[in-house]
């Protein structure tokens, strides 16, 4: 598909033939990058459909695009999750954006005992629509047919249930005795990531996490910060399995 421009689209704005830009795709579409009827455009869904389009005259305002030919890409196996204890500052806005341009599946931050941020309620949705855009924003410069998925904070108790669910789960903890790349299967269809705060998790905290099926496992000598153990660990997984490199 030869369409430049690449644009996200809610899938319950797909009609058959045709797909309509929400009102924010067509000011960028129109205004910013002065896209005319005719052109060309690559739309995607945001869960694997990628069309080919032409634009087509505005409706109620926004860009209705006639869909020319599509496709359906399979996500990469196995999909990473990351598990993000909450980090001071900033850096939660940078492990988004670089996690959702690896292609990170999905990104779940959490509270763990040691966090020191504690987010008041009003700020914690304020987050969770900030983290949502900058996915999108990400899948559209990346040209990934799939936005990472983000929810809102998870309490430690809620974490761990979380964990219990997930079919292949690992904990980086500087004090471990594996290595990430020994842990992983042959074959997985979902890797979990937990990553812990600044000061990393405690022995009780590896405990639990193991107890609930995320074996604590190491990168090697180095400790890396928590912003950046997170990619590190992510793109040694997708290299592993043969996604990236």
């Given at each position: 598909?030869?369409?430049?421009?690449?644009?996200?689209?809610?899938?319950?704005?797909?009609?058959?033939?045709?797909?309509?830009?929400?009102?924010?795709?067509?000011?960028?579409?129109?205004?910013?990058?002065?896209?005319?009827p005719g052109?060309?455009?690559?739309?995607?869904?945001?869960?694997?459909?990628?069309?080919?389009?032409?634009?087509?005259?505005?409706?109620?305002?926004r860009?209705?695009?006639?869909?020319?030919?599509?496709?359906?890409?399979?996500r990469?196996?196995?999909?990473?999750?990351?598990?993000?204890?909450?980090?001071?500052?900033?850096?939660?806005?940078?492990?988004?954006?670089?996690?959702?341009?690896?292609?990170?599946?999905?990104?779940?931050?959490?509270?763990?005992?040691?966090?020191?941020?504690?987010?008041?309620?009003?700020?914690?949705?304020?987050?969770?629509?900030?983290?949502?855009?900058?996915?999108?924003?990400?899948?559209?410069?990346?040209r990934?047919?799939?936005?990472?998925?983000?929810?809102?904070?998870?309490?430690?108790?809620?974490l761990?249930?979380?964990?219990?669910?997930?079919?292949?789960?690992?904990?980086?903890w500087?004090?471990?005795s594996?290595?990430?790349?020994?842990?992983?299967?042959?074959?997985?269809?979902?890797?979990?990531?937990?990553?812990?705060?600044?000061?990393?998790?405690?022995?009780?905290?590896?405990?639990?996490?193991?107890?609930?099926?995320?074996?604590?496992?190491?990168?090697?000598?180095?400790?890396?910060?928590?912003?950046?153990?997170?990619?590190?660990?992510?793109?040694?997984?997708?290299?592993?399995?043969?996604v990236?490199?």
């Open positions: 598909m030869n369409g430049s421009a690449w644009f996200v689209a809610s899938p319950r704005d797909w009609f058959g033939d045709h797909v309509l830009l929400d009102t924010g795709e067509t000011h960028h579409a129109l205004h910013v990058l002065r896209i005319a052109e060309v455009i690559t739309v995607s869904d945001g869960r694997g459909t990628v069309a080919r389009c032409s634009v087509g005259a505005l409706r109620d305002g860009v209705a695009a006639e869909i020319i030919d599509q496709r359906v890409e399979s990469p196996e196995p999909e990473i999750v990351l598990y993000q204890a909450a980090p001071k500052g900033s850096k939660i806005d940078a492990i988004v954006q670089r996690s959702a341009e690896l292609g990170v599946a999905e990104l779940c931050v959490f509270e763990s005992l040691r966090s020191v941020v504690r987010w008041e309620p009003p700020k914690l949705q304020r987050l969770a629509t900030r983290w949502k855009a900058a996915a999108r924003v990400v899948a559209k410069q990346s990934n047919p799939y936005l990472m998925r983000t929810g809102p904070v998870l309490k430690w108790a809620e761990i249930d979380r964990i219990t669910g997930e079919p292949c789960a690992l904990t980086l500087e004090d471990a594996e290595r990430l790349r020994a842990a992983l299967p042959d074959r997985v269809s979902r890797v979990a990531l937990v990553v812990g705060p600044e000061g990393g998790f405690s022995t009780e905290e590896a405990a639990t996490l193991a107890a609930a099926g995320a074996a604590p496992v190491s990168l090697g000598p180095r400790i890396f910060r928590t912003e950046m153990a997170p990619l590190v660990a992510a793109s040694a997984v997708l290299w592993h399995y043969g990236i490199g």
